[in-house]
């Protein structure tokens, strides 16, 4: 099995790759469900997607941030992202592996770079959420040491129940 390269994106084709994916991200979700559609469609509509698209380097840059990409050679397989919530703690945000590449650990790499980029930081815990459909994103956030836990943010009546918590602390 070949190991991904995770690298924080550092030339114009890697910030392009790392959209990309996004945007690929999104799509996936889309087809989840005719609800997870519903729910992107509600949370990230096109034009608000692709806004947040041409700001992803800026509002994910040190130190209330960071990107990370993963390479297998030269082919952009996965992403993932954090930035600074209000509170001070860190949220991992749009994790996300290519079909091509899902079964080859770069999911755990991602991850394991984005915790490690976290305590480089100095942030002392982590949030996150994914969507109940996305079993093996939970499996992989459990196995990993992050806990399950209640919404830490407002969380629409539409979007109960269909939505996971979870927390890391590092202190």
Request: net charge negative.
């Amino acid at each position: 099995m070949t190991k991904a390269r995770i690298i924080p994106p550092e030339t114009s084709q890697d910030i392009a790759a790392v959209q990309e994916l996004c945007w690929d991200y999104r799509d996936y979700l889309i087809g989840l469900s005719p609800f997870d559609a519903q729910l992107i469609e509600l949370f990230y509509p096109q034009d608000k997607y692709a806004a947040l698209m041409n700001r992803v380097a800026e509002e994910h840059a040190p130190p209330t941030g960071l990107i990370r990409l993963a390479k297998l050679g030269e082919a952009p397989v996965g992403c993932g992202m954090v930035h600074s919530l209000p509170d001070g703690s860190a949220e991992i945000k749009r994790v996300y592996v290519t079909e091509a590449a899902r079964g080859t650990g770069t999911g755990y790499a991602i991850m394991n770079a984005l915790i490690e980029g976290c305590r480089d930081l100095g942030f002392e815990r982590i949030l996150m959420d994914t969507s109940k459909p996305l079993e093996a994103a939970q499996r992989l956030y459990l196995s990993m040491g992050f806990k399950r836990r209640g919404p830490y943010q407002d969380v629409p009546p539409i979007a109960e129940g269909h939505m996971l918590y979870f927390e890391m602390d590092l202190s």
